[in-house]
C-alpha cells in the first residue's frame, strides 16, 4: 500500500519562496496522479495542483496559478511543490495524495507552511 509523506514547510515572510516535497513509498508510484492540496483553520480543504503519472500534464487551482509549479521525480518516487511569491493566505497544511480511479487516496500527514505578513 502506498504511503506518502511531505515534508518542507516552514515559517517564511511574504514574497518568499519555498519547495515541499512529497515522497511515496510501499507501491507503484509513477502511474498515478498525484495532487497537493492545503487547508487553512477553519476553511475547508482547497485544491492546489495535481499532475499526471509521467509529468506531462498539470493542473493548478486558481489561487496559485502562476505562482506555484508542481513536478514529479518518478525515479525518487517525489513529487514536489515550488511555491513562489508566497503570500499570508497561503497558510495552510498542505497534505499530498494520489489518485486512484477519480479519488485521491492515500493521504499524507501534511506539512505546515506559515507565511507571515
Known amino acids: 500500500q502506498l504511503q506518502m509523506v511531505e515534508s518542507g514547510g516552514r515559517l517564511v515572510q511574504t514574497g518568499d519562496s519555498l519547495r515541499l516535497s512529497c515522497a511515496a513509498s510501499g507501491g507503484t508510484f509513477g502511474t498515478y496522479y498525484v495532487g497537493w492540496f492545503r487547508q487553512a483553520p477553519g476553511k475547508q480543504r482547497e485544491f492546489v495542483a495535481t499532475?499526471?503519472?509521467?509529468?506531462?500534464?498539470?493542473y493548478y487551482g486558481d489561487s496559485v496559478k502562476d505562482r506555484f509549479t508542481i513536478s514529479r521525480d518518478n525515479a525518487k518516487n517525489t513529487v514536489y511543490l515550488q511555491m513562489n511569491s508566497l503570500k499570508p493566505e497561503d497558510t495552510a497544511v498542505y497534505y499530498c495524495a494520489v489518485e486512484v480511479r477519480g479519488v485521491y487516496e492515500y493521504w499524507g500527514r501534511g506539512t505546515q507552511v506559515t507565511v507571515s505578513s
Open positions: 499532475i499526471s503519472g509521467g509529468g506531462g500534464s498539470m
